[in-house]
């Protein structure tokens, strides 16, 4: 940065998270890696494979964080960067490029760093010489593999992507340009804010940034030539202004926006011990999502009242054979235990369309599905395959000693598919009776369904005769019935929650589970946005679930409105032609 003039000075560029930031600017440039090309002795490769499986399981940590974080965001912003995050942990799990790494340590005796290096290039190269015409798609792919050497490569030097450490405490970070890994390792607690000279609204880094909660502009164009080392300046990023070396009145403006920001953020931490209640008293119950294990503690301080979807696909990724019964009870009693007495909602593994996972592979078709969102998922692969069914049904039902659990069915269409489930629980209840000295519940848990295809809505009824619970999943029942991909760009304008073809789906169930005296729930993302909440109570629904992050936010919505309101939109909702109709009306709500 060049020595320049302290006039107060604007600059523009993309607003990419919402926020205040004011602070002294500091440009973080990259340091230089320093890679050993020395050979290792044959007894330092135990020690030096030590390492690189340290620097792996940092490096997951690190993206299953993010990750976590991620899906605080809007929706379209995590269909962009998940499927990004799971190709990333996907390479850190048992993939070629590890092997090929560890192979270059133990037969190439390389130090661990030039093993990394060397072995991603070849890979990246090897795809980048790819026949075919997609070469964007290459090129990305190669990307991606180099991205995930990187990310290794720091976490085994112990060095930050940028030398974020040395940055004083409340600066605004500067930087020519971010990489997603750059803005995945920084601390929000250390910047007031984020700028940088290069970088679009849409990519990979504003996702991340906006999941860090850091106000953050990118492309400002010019600022860093005009910026010396430590001047203030503040930054806006819902405006996307900065301004450099701000005047009295500037600041004093800024200042101000600053106080309001945290008002609301210090009221919307105040919201945790108080009630999910409408203004006239109709109780919600709002309890979280949980992907991840440690994403536990983060829902205790939301105010959960307990997890209505544990999506147990976890347990099954990242691993080369399958966990058994013994190890899913260990992992299911831990997260029962650590809800300390509130319900917790496993569904079954729900393997389908965009969930790799490596284990599995004995047992799905030999060849690849024409249309797999439409073939074997979820439950249909379970009821192929009691070696995955039956140890997954005894782990939970084991871990309802150490609290109330209950099983949830994923992708149910008919009532055979329940029907058939109950019968394997009972032998599976019957065998585990037998064995002596092992803690059991009284009863087995109950046996809940998903809701997300149309033919389980349009038949709820029948559905809640041989079901103890629903939770409709909006992620795919909005798929399903509008035919709709929102990973596929042509298709994605289409994937919308708020179609009035989807609220009536969610009518219907509910009305199924009112008739039949079963508890029902929204478990899709639908659930976490605040504007819809009142939508949902609305149409019938008591309950809640969502991630951790999103509770607050929700509750607070539910808290500002009534029963009538709630009631009278949904009507409107369901005689309103388009989903542009219904957000219209969410916009109106009290
Ligand atoms: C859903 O479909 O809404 C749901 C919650 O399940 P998943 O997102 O795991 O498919
Ligand atoms: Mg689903």
Redesign the pocket.
């Known amino acids: 940065m060049k020595p320049t003039s302290t006039r107060e000075r604007r600059f523009h560029g993309h607003p990419v998270a919402p926020g205040i930031g004011i602070g002294p600017v500091h440009e973080a440039a990259e340091p230089p890696l320093a890679i050993s090309t020395a050979k290792l002795a044959q007894d330092d490769v135990p020690a030096e494979l030590t390492r690189l499986d340290e620097a792996l399981t940092r490096s997951r940590h690190q993206l299953q964080k993010l990750k976590a974080r991620l899906a605080a965001l809007p929706e379209d912003s995590q269909a962009e960067i998940a499927p990004l995050m799971d190709v990333y942990l996907h390479m850190l799990g048992p993939s070629r490029l590890l092997r090929g790494i560890r192979a270059r340590i133990q037969a190439g005796l390389l130090c661990a760093e030039a093993a990394v290096q060397t072995e991603a290039e070849t890979h990246a190269e090897a795809i980048l010489a790819l026949p075919g015409n997609d070469k964007a798609s290459r090129a990305r792919r190669a990307e991606e593999v180099r991205e995930i050497a990187r990310r290794i490569l720091r976490n085994l030097t112990r060095q930050p992507f940028r030398s974020f450490a040395s940055l004083s405490p409340g600066s605004l970070l500067a930087a020519e340009a971010l990489r997603p890994s750059d803005a995945a390792l920084i601390q929000p607690t250390q910047f007031a804010g984020i700028i940088t000279a290069e970088g679009g609204a849409d990519g990979h880094t504003a996702v991340m940034l906006r999941a860090l909660g850091l106000p953050a502009v990118l492309g400002a164009e010019g600022l860093l030539e005009a910026v010396k080392p430590g001047s203030m300046a503040i930054v806006d990023g819902e405006s996307g202004e900065i301004i450099l070396n701000p005047g009295k009145a500037s600041l004093e403006a800024a200042r101000k926006k600053l106080s309001a920001q945290t008002r609301a953020k210090g009221a919307l931490a105040r919201l945790q011990r108080l009630p999910a209640v409408t203004r006239d008293g109709t109780q919600i119950t709002l309890q979280a999502?949980l992907e991840l294990p440690f994403e536990l503690p983060m829902i205790a301080r939301a105010g959960a009242q307990g997890i209505g979807?544990l999506?147990s696909?976890f347990i099954f990724m990242n691993r080369e054979t399958l966990p058994d019964e013994d190890s899913q009870a260990r992992i299911y009693q831990d997260i029962v235990e650590a809800m300390d007495g509130e319900p917790v909602t496993i569904?079954l593994l729900?393997w389908g369309t965009d969930k790799e996972i490596e284990a599995l592979s004995g047992f799905l078709p030999e060849l690849p599905e024409a249309n797999p969102a439409l073939g074997l998922r979820g439950i249909r692969l379970l009821l192929r395959q009691p070696k995955l069914l039956e140890p997954q049904l005894a782990a939970i039902i084991r871990a309802g000693a150490a609290g109330p659990v209950r099983i949830l069915l994923?992708m149910v269409s008919v009532t055979a598919e329940v029907r058939a489930v109950r019968e394997v629980l009972r032998r599976v209840w019957r065998r585990l009776k037998r064995r002596r000295n092992l803690p059991l519940p009284d009863t087995p848990p109950p046996l809940g369904i998903?809701v997300?295809t149309p033919a389980a809505a349009l038949n709820a009824k029948a559905l809640a005769r041989v079901s103890d619970f629903f939770?409709?999943?909006?992620?795919?029942?909005?798929?399903y019935t509008l035919a709709a991909d929102r990973a596929q760009p042509v298709a994605a304008r289409l994937y919308d929650p708020l179609e009035p073809a989807v609220l009536r789906l969610i009518r219907m169930t509910a009305e199924a589970a009112q008739a039949a005296e079963i508890p029902v729930s929204v478990?899709?993302?639908l659930a976490s946005r605040p504007q819809a909440a009142p939508l949902l109570v609305g149409l019938g629904i008591p309950q809640l679930s969502m991630h951790g992050n999103a509770i607050p936010r929700v509750k607070q919505a539910i808290r500002a409105t009534t029963r009538t309101a709630c009631d009278s939109l949904a009507d409107a909702a369901l005689a309103a032609g388009s989903a542009e109709d219904v957000r219209t009306l969410l916009g109106a709500t009290p």
């Open positions: 999502n979807l999506r696909e569904r729900d994923p998903m997300e939770s409709i999943g909006t992620n795919d029942l909005t798929m478990c899709g993302e």
